[in-house]
């Protein structure tokens, strides 16, 4: 059987007021032809299917419409479970009508032990018939699995989490070998497993952070290949390379963009205990995530001469080198960014300035007081001065017209109203 491994799509995901919609959705036309040419039988989706618990109508309507299509491709069926940043209730809400697509949905792990079996899949290749059978294991946390983190020492809390988790994949593995002998086993995760550093997710999804790697032998070592969800980094996990991160396919931040985005192919072994064979897919990038830094005229400058070979205009990361911030430069940054046009107009995902040298040090007199006993008027204007702002008047009178210390109406104050409710001052 051939596997297509992919997981945290983020779908409603922005970069501050830039739409990441049209990535995936050239994301997800690409992958369409790659179900079709590579000839899958199973799509797995490896959780964080969207980016919020509450996910937008445009969201929504990008993944049902892909789940919609994949039959046309001749995709025996797909699996979805539920990432950290899912709503499993969501997710499961739809399971019996895309049950009838060969869509298996699990948003969440059942509460009673006795209904996990909805985890246990039998998967069906191309020509109709059982090839192999999925755990279709969720995000799950630990409280649910009887882990109580509360009176007791991180010896113990350590062994409760290897224990727990290692029950779980062992007693779906038992099911699934009892219901389907002979039949290689496949499985999913959305946890933070094996080595993984810690850029490697922004939070911790468990309750202690000093638990939040689990060793790889947690999962059953009758498991043929682990598609694992959360790191969106693509790499394998454990020295038998068993369990693999597919990553998400789509760049998110700079840092995710100096890496090539993958989805995975894998062909399982006829042989149950045998080895699956995981070739990585390069996902075409549909734009580029872009780091500017120079003073302010030259940054103006490299702005308004950007050019780009990728379908959708950059997102750009703006440092302004500078130990004076200009207060306007927010304004002048989108000024800039108005000479391209509306539909092909890079994104400003950062903007903030590189200092050269420390404006604000533990001398300053704000520094050595306790915040409780400052002014609101006191911490904007230490702020203003560690980031090298300039000609703070007008400024500061913005602010106070914000904090609703004082009345102001004042057109000239409009640009700078906009920068301290956007976060660029």
Not at 204 to 225: F, T
Not at 297 to 321: G, H, K, M, N, S
Request: net charge negative; aromatic share 6%.
């Amino acid at each position: 059987m051939r596997l297509l491994h992919t997981s945290d799509w983020h779908l409603g995901i922005q970069n501050r007021t830039t739409s990441r919609d049209a990535d995936h959705a050239i994301f997800l036309t690409w992958l369409l032809a790659e179900l079709e040419t590579q000839q899958i039988d199973t799509l797995v989706v490896a959780g964080d299917i969207f980016d919020s618990k509450q996910p937008s109508a445009q969201a929504l309507g990008r993944y049902y419409s892909f789940l919609g299509r994949v039959r046309d491709t001749g995709v025996a069926q797909v699996i979805v479970v539920g990432g950290n940043h899912d709503s499993g209730a969501r997710l499961d809400a739809p399971a019996e009508m895309l049950g009838a697509m060969r869509v298996h949905v699990v948003g969440g792990l059942p509460t009673s032990e006795a209904a996990w079996e909805r985890c246990v899949v039998p998967l069906y290749n191309r020509d109709g018939a059982i090839g192999a059978v999925a755990l279709a294991v969720p995000y799950v946390h630990e409280f649910r699995l009887g882990v109580r983190t509360t009176d007791t020492d991180y010896a113990a809390m350590r062994a409760a989490f290897e224990q727990r988790f290692g029950r779980l994949y062992s007693h779906l593995t038992d099911i699934a070998r009892a219901a389907h002998p002979g039949l290689p086993v496949i499985a999913t995760g959305h946890l933070t497993l094996g080595t993984a550093k810690r850029e490697d997710y922004p939070y911790e999804i468990h309750q202690v952070g000093a638990i939040d790697g689990l060793p790889a032998s947690v999962l059953d070592s009758r498991i043929q290949y682990t598609a694992l969800g959360h790191i969106h980094r693509s790499y394998p996990v454990g020295p038998q390379r068993r369990a693999w991160y597919s990553g998400s396919p789509v760049a998110f931040d700079l840092a995710e963009s100096q890496t090539p985005r993958k989805v995975l192919l894998v062909t399982l072994a006829a042989d149950p205990d045998g080895r699956a064979e995981v070739v990585p897919l390069v996902v075409p990038a549909a734009r580029g995530l872009v780091a500017l830094s120079a003073e302010p005229d030259a940054l103006l400058a490299e702005i308004r001469a950007l050019t780009w070979t990728e379908p959708l205009p950059p997102l750009l990361y703006c440092r302004v080198v500078t130990d004076a911030m200009p207060t306007d430069m927010g304004v002048r940054v989108h000024e800039a960014l108005a000479t391209f046009v509306a539909s092909n107009r890079p994104g400003l995902a950062e903007l903030r300035p590189e200092r050269v040298t420390a404006l604000v040090t533990l001398e300053d007199e704000a520094m050595q007081r306790p915040l409780e006993e400052l002014e609101p008027a006191e911490v904007f204007a230490t702020l203003c001065r560690g980031r090298g702002l300039v000609d703070t008047d007008a400024l500061m009178r913005a602010f106070a017209s914000v904090a609703g210390l004082v009345d102001v109406e004042d057109a000239e104050l409009e640009p700078l109203l906009a920068q301290i409710v956007g976060g660029e001052a």
